[in-house]
């Protein structure tokens, strides 16, 4: 939880271990609702390094001074290549 916006991270650290690695966001709404745009990477226990690169769309809700994540959806690289060029051809009018 975070009491501010720009202070919501993904990144997660356990005994000086990261165990996801928080690389970019873009925060694409701000207020009560927040709605932010994830770019991460997660630990892989046994191969001992981190995943491919991969994203997250999360929600949050603002409660008692603090921000609480209300839902979230989790995309992986083909996922994210599709997503944007069917939002590049829809924003291009085809």
């Known amino acids: 939880m975070s009491a501010t916006i720009d202070g919501i ?4 650290q356990v ?3 990261i165990l ?9 709404s701000r207020g009560v609702w927040t709605t932010i745009l994830f770019k991460y990477q997660d630990w892989d226990k ?3 390094k981190f995943r491919h690169v991969m994203y997250s769309i999360r929600r949050y809700h603002k409660t008692n001074d603090d921000y609480r994540q209300i839902t979230k959806l989790n ?3 083909t996922q994210s290549a599709l997503i944007a060029e069917k939002l590049i051809e829809w924003l291009e009018g085809k």
């Not at 996801?20 to 694409?28: A, P, Q, S, T």
């Open 9 to 12: 991270t993904m990144h997660v």
């Open 15 to 17: 005994d000086n271990q």
């Open 20 to 28: 996801v690695k928080e690389l970019d966001k873009l925060i694409l």
């Open 46 to 48: 046994r191969k001992l």
């Open 75 to 77: 995309i992986v690289d």
